[in-house]
């Protein structure tokens, strides 16, 4: 008890230590707790925070801030018209298709299943090929409920989504236009002497920015380039599986290895263990090694200098705790917490 008490004492007698602790308590309490219902306001603070470099860089030309955030405020609004009209009802089309084409791939799938135990008896027996049949039909009944329970909330669905493209984007141009006000604000609240709160930011500002904007033109390079390979080796549902490809980058490691199965089993649906198969495998698997070993050294640098394990360990964490955007958020939160740990010792030693 008294090496506990003697460990607080030693890390926790300063209040800057103190107070950065209080910060991260409550940041993660709010959006753990309150996440659901503040989402449109963490989600425009975050497309605000990605957009500034933009409106810093048009500021230096020597415009004032509301004429620089009114002009990116533009841009993105015709970028997100172009997806929600553009990509997302093609998306759409793509998907329904891929729907309808379902029993004829499964149909041909339990062909070639069903010929595994006659071509490879001593891998394959009868019984293990019905049992693999029997949990593909089995998981499919487990697609086709859910896929009814999403229409049947489709409606609150549809409400949110129109709520989020109204509030949105008002919350995105307020902070954009008023950031120093809101800065100015929140510094009010913060104890005279903040330098340790300010050195983990100034690091986590710097890694986080560098990151997500590099991740953004990861997506949309790989998502072209696949895009461009499908659509030359003409692969049905090549923008459906282009997004898919690009969105993998988000998650290093694993997403890349499990898009692989949809492409490859498209591919093989249409073509067989054909020439094109192959043409298609090969062109896909040299866009996967160039961007992670060309395209990613190359927007990140030295940005992300984290371990593989703790990057793998922080997906899995935020990942589990919230969803989708923890994943994405899932190694500017490591290196937050990377800056944090490399910051307390520092600031131990300087006391």
């Not at 841009?75 to 172009?82: D, E, P, S």
């Not at 339990?110 to 019984?127: A, H, I, N, Y």
């Not at 997506?219 to 898919?244: E, H, P, R």
């Amino acid at each position: 008890m008294q090496l506990i008490t003697d460990w607080f004492r030693r890390n926790f007698s300063d209040p800057q230590v103190v107070f950065l602790t209080f910060v991260l308590v409550l940041g993660f309490a709010v959006v753990l707790f309150m996440g659901g219902m503040l989402a449109p306001v963490l989600a425009s603070a975050v497309i605000a925070y990605l957009l500034e470099g933009l409106v810093v860089l048009i500021e230096d030309k020597g415009l004032p801030r509301w004429l620089a955030s009114s002009i990116v405020f533009i841009g993105f609004i015709l970028m997100l018209t172009v997806v929600l009209f553009g990509l997302l009802p093609m998306l759409s089309r793509q998907i329904t298709q891929l729907v309808q084409q379902l029993p004829n791939m499964i149909s041909k799938g339990q062909t070639v299943l069903m010929t595994l135990p006659e071509r490879f008896p001593d891998v394959v027996s009868p019984v293990q090929a019905q049992e693999i049949l029997d949990s593909i039909r089995s998981e499919i009944a487990s697609f086709g409920q859910n896929v009814l329970s999403l229409s049947l909330s489709s409606v609150v669905g549809v409400l949110t989504i129109v709520l989020y493209l109204v509030l949105m984007p008002m919350l995105v141009f307020f902070f954009l236009k008023d950031k120093d006000p809101i800065v100015g604000w929140i510094s009010s609240f913060l104890p005279g002497d903040h330098r340790l709160a300010a050195r983990v930011w100034f690091e986590v500002d710097k890694q986080i920015a560098n990151y997500v904007r590099g991740k953004f033109w990861e997506i949309v390079i790989v998502w072209l380039a696949s895009l461009a390979v499908f659509s030359f080796f003409d692969l049905q549902y090549a923008m459906l599986l282009s997004v898919l490809v690009g969105l993998s980058v988000v998650v290093p490691y694993v997403g890349a290895t499990v898009v692989t199965v949809p492409v490859m089993l498209v591919a093989w649906f249409q073509w067989g263990w054909g020439p094109d198969f192959l043409w298609v495998s090969v062109a896909y698997l040299v866009i996967q090694a160039l961007d992670g070993n060309l395209l990613v050294p190359l927007l990140f640098g030295e940005v992300v200098s984290l371990h593989p394990v703790a990057i793998i360990v922080a997906i899995l964490v935020f990942g589990g705790l919230w969803g989708f955007w923890g994943v994405f958020f899932a190694i500017p939160l490591a290196t937050l917490v990377n800056a944090i740990i490399r910051a307390w010792p520092v600031h131990a030693r300087l006391t």
